[in-house]
């Protein structure tokens, strides 16, 4: 079992359509979690960090599920500017970043 | 403010050729560490740094050097291409606190294609 996982997609929306992707972690012990996108053949930049309470950045909401091992980000009232990959990355005891593999999301005009 | 730079951006190798990639950072980071990027596999960590002059192993070292002699650069090594290095290498670093913040800063990436 990997590490992290996602859902590959792809998720095609409509503009001003809400999205939500899930991340699942093997690892009990993870203590920090993120949200990265990445745009087409281009770098993965940050995007959000995940809080226990759960948090909120605009359009964007990210909460952590710690029983049952997974992170969510929901994207509302979505933009063509949203299309790209979102990585989940999780940081585990040995405080090294480990990536999920991306899941593509495309809204559509 | 460039913060950081890969060369090369493109690269075609045949097999058992050898090439240096250089990462370049202006951020006065101490950590600095070298990914690639395959499909369906997400990014895996090769080597990274925790300053000037020390090294480490990440998930997939194997047929990869790095040097560390200059907090600014890292360089990540192929003595020998193989076909399955082909992939796209994105070099980045972060401040100590990272591990926190979780924040890296990612160079452009290069493609590298080993034929």
């Known amino acids: 079992r990997k590490e992290v996982e996602q859902d590959p997609g792809p998720f095609n929306v409509p503009e001003g359509a809400t999205v939500a992707f899930n991340c699942t972690y093997s690892n009990s012990a993870s203590q920090s979690f993120f949200w990265y996108r990445q745009d087409c053949r281009k770098e993965p930049k940050l995007l959000m960090s995940?809080?226990?309470s759960g948090n909120e950045d605009g359009r964007f909401t990210a909460q952590l599920n710690r029983a049952s091992q997974y992170i969510s980000l929901l994207i509302r009232d979505s933009k063509l500017s949203d299309s790209a990959t979102y990585l989940c990355?999780?940081?585990?005891?040995?405080?090294?970043?480990?990536f999920g593999s991306g899941t593509q999301l495309t809204v559509l005009p | 403010n460039a913060g950081v730079t890969q060369t090369p951006k493109f690269r075609v190798l045949k097999t058992g050729q050898s090439m240096t990639l250089l990462c370049a950072q202006d951020?006065?980071?101490?950590?600095m560490y070298w990914y690639r990027q395959d499909p369906g596999m997400g990014l895996r960590l090769i080597h990274y740094?925790?300053?000037?002059?020390?090294?480490a192993k990440g998930e997939v070292p194997d047929g990869y050097n790095v040097s560390r002699l200059k907090k600014q650069n890292f360089l990540l090594g192929l003595e020998s291409a193989a076909p399955s290095q082909t992939s796209v290498y994105f070099c980045?670093?972060?401040?100590?606190?990272?591990?926190?913040?979780?924040?890296?800063?990612f160079g452009e990436g290069s493609r590298l294609t080993v034929l």
């Open positions: 980045a670093s972060s401040s100590q606190g990272s591990s926190n913040t979780g924040e890296l800063f």
């Open positions: 951020m006065n980071h101490e950590y």
């Open positions: 995940v809080y226990s």
């Open positions: 990355v999780v940081i585990g005891s040995a405080r090294q970043l480990t």
């Open positions: 740094s925790v300053g000037e002059g020390t090294t």
